[in-house]
């Protein structure tokens, strides 16, 4: 995990005080959601619900992230935070579909809500989610801690709505705006889950990072004085932030010494314009024209290990 200038202590104890949080409002807008009768709140009990859980696999996201690579796992636990995203995201598609079914049962049978307490308590979950996703924004923002961000500003943005929805209610005596706005919820949350899940399971499945285009990567690196070719190109993420490429490159007949500034010429363009900080190269001689004894030299290895810090 890459954190923007906080230590993993801060990002620590800031989940922990969202998870104590988050607990307490999921009891109490369960229990007065009950008492007043409206589904919009308790959809919002069950989406906070799943917020405590995402928080909660984000704090052991983190914990395994911060512990150094292994001979078991070279690469460390960089994508723990990955799989609680996905997690996290899945567990959202769950609740909107329930929230949605619910919603629209509701709009055929009607119930009596009490508005007066729908308002009082959203207006409790708009400060506190808010609070939660500020301080979410402020300690890292990659796509572990990005996913329970969206979770928040979503519960906010929701419970706001549910204050809206419940003045309507007292000044219409309409019932189907509760249900109504359970769909709407239920629509946002689901929007906002399936870019989580999209994004996550291209990582796991080890595709291409979504803002990369593997031309442009090609293009970078054949434009480097002395390369030739490149093939055998794969590029994936490592992490949320953490990008790896592995490739085989041809370059012309040059000496063994020179090979080393075409490498730096390849990883600085991959660094600068990529933000690729990882890589594998592996150099391939261009057969010259004259016949020369050992002009196909054997392809030589080029490792670079990154030092694991991310360019922005």
Known sequence: ???????????????????????????ATLWFGI??????????????????FAILLSFVAVYFQAKPATDEKTFGYQRAGVLAAFVNGLTLIVI?????????????????????????????????NGVIALLLWRVGRDLNLRSVFLHMMGDALSTAAVIVGGAAIAWTGLRWIDPVLSIGIAAMILWSSIGIVRETLNILLEGTPRNLCLA??????????????????????????????????????VPMQDQAGILDGIRGALRRNFHITHTTIQFEMECCPRAEENCCA???????ECDHTHAH
Do not use: C
């Open 35 to 52: 008492r007043a009768r409206s589904l919009a709140l308790v959809g919002e009990a069950g989406h906070n619900a799943s917020d405590f």
């Open 216 to 253: 442009d990567v090609r293009e970078a690196m054949r434009d480097i004085p002395g390369v030739r070719d490149v093939h055998d190109l794969h590029v994936w993420s490592l992490g949320s932030q953490s990008y790896a490429l592995a490739s085989h490159v041809t370059v012309g007949d």
């Open 1 to 27: 995990m890459h954190v923007h200038g906080s230590p993993t202590g801060k990002t620590q104890r800031v989940l922990q005080l969202s998870l104590l949080l988050t607990a307490l409002y999921v009891i």
């Open 298 to 304: 054997p392809p030589e290895e080029a490792h670079h």
């Open 96 to 128: 909107a579909i329930w929230i949605g079914l619910a919603a629209v049962g509701r709009l055929y049978r009607p119930v009596d809500v009490q508005p007066g307490i729908m308002m009082t308590v959203a207006a409790f979950g708009v400060v506190m």
